[in-house]
């Protein structure tokens, strides 16, 4: 059995470990085969991920767009920019708060009971977004309002994002657990197709009909996703692995501790890798919508479309590489996916300086449609086969919902602010990236190969 590190598997004492003295899997690993309604759950997982995905990237894609209005219009058009990425920023910061509870309860009592709890939150945040009085309305009061339910939003994603996946990779056949995790990370996509759709729709109003209701529609169009999501999460069983976890009454206590004292490499390898992984998707996907808008003066449309087709083309690549790594192993894949974000960084905000629609959208679908899917594909089987189930969802939550926050959640702010020193100047955004590419290199470089993992 392959481990990822030198010593105990996931970085577990050897004297904790069975499998690490015996070579044997635990008692409490998963079969081969897949489990009984496999199939539901993989739909009720992708169905559920994609609705929460929507509601978190719907804020994404219009914040950029019209928040600096709605919300900080006593601000200039920089300085509302930094606020606006401020807000966003929110979000990823409520993440690993949302993944230590979650994480917690998801080790210890299931993962299904905390997947219908995360989507009810997040819809119910969602929903009031689309309700929120704005500045002119009620003052201060609307930007504190916004920021409290980005907070919620965030917090309920924190479970949400690991906990769908482990429901499905736990659950699939050994061989086949790229793919299966790859569907599951390519709802995130499909979400922001949904979401893309909506933001396409809405910025092709009158600028007073966007500005006064146009903006609350893609909001609300969450509570009846919401509610046909609890419906089929209803139905699902929990998950197989979890199940032999608690017949072995092999279950931690404080998953968390646990995790920061016997798993703390691979839960370093994890942020690492997220770090450069979201930094690169939101500084291609979420920053230049804004730079692209703001301070190159491209239509907002050309930069929606841009981001709508990329995703449409992640939907099928994030699945494909998934499986490609089911054959080539997730090391090799994560390296190919990390050098190619180094190497076109710079080609990128170059495609996008020329102003010319075809090599803009080109730019966006090649970062986010391309190069991401090669890293993103791979990640929820690979995060999954570092850690034992007794502390799987804690583990793989604290590293991925971390990196996420320091990387993807603060990359548009940063780079906002470093555009802002620098004058217009694009080259430090390209450094701040290069620098976490390289920390993700050495991290992927120092970790085994996972994929012939029992888990």
């Known amino acids: 059995m392959s481990q990822p590190f030198e010593t105990a598997p996931a970085g577990v004492s050897a004297a904790s470990s069975p499998s690490a ?72 910061l409520a993440r690993p708060i949302g993944g230590i509870v979650f994480g917690h309860f998801g080790d210890r009592i299931g993962r299904k009971s905390i ?35 980005r907070f919620i939003q965030g917090f309920a994603l924190g479970g949400e994002s690991v906990g769908g996946l482990l429901m499905t990779v736990e659950g699939a056949p050994a061989h086949l657990r790229g793919l299966f995790g790859g569907l599951i990370q390519a709802a995130g996509p499909t979400s922001i197709v949904g979401a893309s759709l909506a933001i396409v729709l809405i910025t092709r109003l009158p600028e007073e009909d966007l500005l006064s209701w146009g903006w609350r529609l893609p909001f609300l169009v969450s ?43 691979p839960t370093l390898v ?7 992984e979201t930094s690169f998707f939101y500084l291609v996907a979420i920053f230049s919508l804004s730079y692209g808008t703001k301070t190159l003066g491209l239509p907002r449309n050309v930069m929606a479309d841009g981001v709508l087709y990329a995703n449409i083309l992640a939907m099928l690549t994030i699945p494909a590489f998934g499986m490609l790594s089911d054959k080539l192993g997730r090391r090799p894949m994560f390296l190919m996916g990390l050098a190619a974000t180094a190497l076109f960084i710079y080609p990128f905000f170059l495609m996008m300086g020329s102003k010319e629609t075809a090599l803009v959208v080109c730019a966006i679908v090649i970062g986010a449609g391309i190069i991401h899917p090669m890293m993103f594909g791979p990640e929820g089987s690979f995060f999954s086969e570092l850690f034992d189930t007794r502390v799987r969802f804690s583990g793989v939550s604290l590293g991925k ?26 080259w430090p955004v ?22 012939h993992r029992v888990m």
Not at 56 to 61: A, D, H, L, R
Not at 122 to 147: C, D, E, F, Q
Not at 247 to 263: C, F, G, M, N, S
Not at 432 to 449: D, G, N, P
Request: hydrophobic residues 55%.
């Open 21 to 92: 003295t015996s070579g044997q899997p635990h008692a409490t690993d998963a079969p081969a085969a897949a489990a009984p309604n496999f199939g539901r759950v993989v739909a009720a997982s992708c169905f559920g991920t994609a609705i929460e995905w929507y509601d978190f990237f719907v804020y994404g894609f219009l914040a950029p767009i019209v928040f600096d209005r709605l919300f900080f219009p006593q601000l200039d058009s920089m300085t509302g920019m930094i606020a606006v990425f401020a807000t966003f920023a929110v979000g990823f």
């Open 115 to 149: 997947l219908l709890f995360t989507l009810i939150l997040m819809g119910v945040a969602t929903t009031l977004i689309g309700l929120l009085p704005t500045y002119a309305m009620v003052g201060m009061w609307a930007p504190i309002m916004l920021v409290t339910l």
């Open 223 to 265: 509570l009846l996703l919401v509610a046909l999501g609890t419906y089929v999460r209803l139905k699902v069983e929990e998950s197989p692995t979890f199940k032999a976890a608690e017949q072995h009454r092999d279950i931690a206590k404080v998953p968390v501790a646990e995790v920061l004292t016997h798993y703390w490499r």
């Open 270 to 276: 994890t942020f690492f890798i997220c770090l450069a």
């Open 401 to 426: 919902q971390i990196g996420t926050v320091l990387g993807g959640g603060l990359a548009p702010m940063i780079a906002a602010s470093l555009l802002a020193w620098s004058h217009g100047q694009i």
């Open 430 to 451: 390209i450094v701040y990236f290069l620098v976490l590419a390289a920390m993700a290199l050495i991290s992927t470089v120092l970790v085994r190969e996972t994929r």
